[in-house]
């Protein structure tokens, strides 16, 4: 199957400080791509959607200017959290669409905000 | 919008087993149905999906079945290994949307 890439696995950071997260395509190019958070034995809770070149599509109830995306190009989205509280700490996936429909996910981001 | 509701949300069988988890949605637009396996720590694998052209998809021990008039499909696992266990989820699409909308999961456990 396709490959996304996220990166980093885990991170931890202060109270305040931003964080970024990388979500990249390897083996195909994605015009959108999609952000998740997963709280601990819940389903996946979809984020935002991201597009290349233009702005991201928040869902309902998500903060748009905590929760910064940005899509420059067909194969990396990026999620930055800013001014980061320990209330975002939560694992973090992207998704993206191959031209066959099919998504595939990114390994997760274990974000812990102290 | 599209709703999809899953069960059971924990399924116990014992190695060698089969497993089934069901899984219905609300949406008659929607016509395509994948089932993820999530190992802890992990984001979602893709496992095997199905497209409202066809009722049913093999591969290898997994299966899944497709039925439009009643809105529901199935993941069905055969000869169930200790390595299966995880938690399954499905989700469904429209082509109209991108969105994937997601069952609540089923945590399965095989035991040896």
């Known amino acids: 199957g396709a490959v996304v890439s996220q990166h980093p696995s885990r991170v931890i950071c202060k109270s305040g400080t931003s964080v970024k997260i990388e979500c990249r395509s390897l083996d195909f190019q994605a015009t959108t791509m999609f952000w998740y958070r997963q709280f601990p034995k819940q389903s996946l809770m979809l984020m935002a959607t991201s597009n290349e070149g233009s702005k991201a599509t928040y869902e309902q109830g998500v903060e748009k200017d905590k929760f910064l995306i940005n899509h420059a190009s067909l194969t990396l989205s990026t999620l930055t959290v800013t001014s980061a509280h320990p209330e975002d700490s939560s694992f973090y996936i992207c998704?993206?669409?191959?031209?066959?429909?099919?998504?595939?996910f990114g390994q997760g981001t274990r974000l812990t905000v102290v | 919008g599209e709703n999809v509701e899953q069960h059971p949300s924990t399924l116990s069988v014992q190695e060698g087993d089969s497993a089934v988890i069901k899984c219905t949605y609300s949406?008659?637009?929607?016509?395509?149905f994948p089932w993820y396996k999530q190992e802890l720590g992990k984001g979602p694998q893709l496992i095997i999906d199905i497209r409202s052209n066809v009722g049913e998809k093999k591969d290898q021990r997994i299966a899944v079945t497709l039925n439009k008039t009643a809105k529901h499909f199935s993941l069905h696992i055969t000869e169930t290994q200790p390595e299966d266990s995880a938690v399954y989820f499905c989700a469904a699409k429209n082509t109209g949307f991108q969105k994937l909308v997601f069952g609540t999961g089923t945590r399965l456990l095989v035991s040896p």
């Open positions: 949406d008659s637009a929607s016509n395509y």
């Open positions: 998704s993206a669409f191959t031209q066959d429909e099919e998504a595939f």
